[in-house]
């Protein structure tokens, strides 16, 4: 069956170099500081994401330095995944993230509200 999720795509000026916001989206480290209680990497390619005593698993797909880390939880389908990726605006040399994720029509809304929330979380922890 297809999932009816859609993708979405958001995006955040960070104060920040790329290099810097690179390692908090790409390192357990950087990660556990806005994103989740704690990261551990559980084995190659498969991270370990908890919240309040509840572990989640992603595998990370793919990652570009200092350019994007695209993950997938392994409850969902091959088609979703989520994505944080790191532009420079042309005009006023913004550090940008960009976040694609999948959410339901009908969740699309607190998907982005707890997206808005969990950013505010790294622009604190990275000065910006």
Partial sequence: MASKKKAFTLEYVIKSSPHILYDFISTPAGLALWFADKVD??????????WNGSEEEAELIE??????????WTYHTKEEYFELRIKTSEVARDTILCITDFAEPNELKDQTLLWDSTIKELKHHIGS
């Avoid at 990497?41 to 908890?50: C, G, V």
């Avoid at 990652?63 to 997938?72: D, I, L, S, T, W």
């Fill in 41 to 50: 990497i559980n084995r190659e390619h498969h991270w370990l994401f908890e």
């Fill in 63 to 72: 990652a570009h330095e200092p350019v994007f880390v695209k993950f997938r």
